[in-house]
Each structure stands twice: as C-alpha cells, then as structure tokens.
C-alpha cells in the first residue's frame, strides 16, 4: 500500500549515503514526469533536469573533485543565503549542523573532517545517480519559485517509489565546470544538484532528521469561525 502525501512528506529527508544499487533508466523517468506535473506561471514550465549516472556521472564527479583539489575559484551566481541571517535563522542552521556532524562523529573543531564531509556533495553522497538542475538565465526570480515545486514534486515522486534524494546546492560553487563538462547551453545556469537512489539504512548520516518549526511560528489564521 503506498503512502499517502502527509507520510510521504514526514518520512521524506535529505539522504547523504546511498546503496550501490542502481536506478532504471524507467524508474528515474517515472520520477521527472511527475516532477514536471508541477504547477509554473503561465505554464512555463521552467528548469532542465539532466540525469546522470555510471560512467557519466563518474566523470563529472572526476571533474568536479579536480575543480576542488585544484582550488578553482567559486562562484555566486545566485544568492542562497540571506547576506545577513536573524538569530532565529542561525540558530537555526547551526541546529541542523550539529545534529549532522554529531550523526556522522565529528568534533565541533574538526575541520579536516567537516571538509571531507562537505566535499562529498560533489560526490552526488555516492548515489548511483546524479541531476543536474539548470534553469535559462533569461527567467525571472519567480521562476525559480516554480522550479522549487518541480524539484519537490521529484523528491516526492522519488520517495514513493522507495528511492532516496538529496538537493545539493554546492554544485552551483562549480556551475561553469559542470556547463563544460557536460556541454550545457552558456544560457543554463546550474542551479543544484540532486543525489538520488536507495538510501543506506545502516549508515549514521541517514539516521538524524532536522526539526520543523510549530505552526503557529509561520502560520496565522484570519476569518476562520471558533474552535
């Protein structure tokens, strides 16, 4: 019996060690049509998925961990963080920090090992495959609201069919690497990636979840009759 949306959504998380097995080539497309089910202003439909995995996806990864090595300098192509985070918002990220690394065994001031951890993004986490999400320059800000829904459809439909999925933002920090490597329009911007495929039960990364904030802190109802 599949689960319905409400469970999907409440065991759905970011997974960072996956089994070796690999994805069909029809399960992922299974997964992209529905992602593309999302709504988008004006029907645009904006945001390109490329998928990616054996020796394809070995060798962006083989690209990416030499742009890394080899110091290449980071881009900004877009903005993912507020210049400036309220404490509400750091206390925040450094919640889901801590519970990431004490998951994972490693000391607050390990920083030798918080980076190796941190470059296994440009290792897609392992997965058996890769996606790289781009999205045409020209579109405006509110499309990449409209890409988001898209993106989330895909970790839904992902988790349905019993599959694991983690955005990962760092690729942008290479986005013309990636571009090159794999031939991309100069009119695509890179905007993520995503690891996808089964999530490694055993592994203590996958074992922490991050909290959500209560209703009532981003939520206000005005109109309703009383309870």
Request: glycine share 8%.
């Amino acid at each position: 019996m599949q689960p319905d949306l409400t469970q999907l959504l409440a065991q759905r998380r970011s997974v960072r060690a996956y089994l070796p097995d690999p994805v069909p080539r029809a399960a992922v497309a299974r997964i992209c049509t529905a992602a593309r089910m999302a709504p988008s202003g004006a029907n645009l439909q904006p945001g390109k998925f490329h998928v990616l995995a054996g020796y394809a996806l070995d060798g962006l990864k083989t690209c990416l961990s030499e742009a890394v090595t080899n110091g290449a300098e980071i881009e900004s192509e877009y903005s993912y963080f507020p210049p400036t985070m309220s404490a509400g918002l750091k206390a925040r990220q450094r919640a889901a920090g801590f519970a990431l690394y004490n998951a994972l065994g490693i000391a607050r001031r390990d920083v030798a090992a918080r980076r190796a951890n941190f470059d296994r993004n440009y290792r897609f986490f392992d997965a058996p495959v890769g996606i790289i999400v781009t999205i045409d320059r020209d579109m405006g800000k509110g499309c990449f609201m409209d890409l988001g829904l898209s993106m989330m459809a895909l970790f839904l439909a992902a988790e349905a069919e019993g599959y694991g999925t983690s955005g990962i933002g760092a690729i942008a920090n290479y986005g013309s690497v990636v571009r090159k490597h794999l031939d991309l329009p100069a009119d695509e911007m890179v905007v993520c990636g995503i690891a996808l495929g089964r999530a490694d039960p055993d592994a203590a990364v996958n074992q922490f979840k991050t909290d959500r904030a209560p209703l009532a802190d981003f939520t206000s109802f005005r109109g309703f009759d009383p309870e």
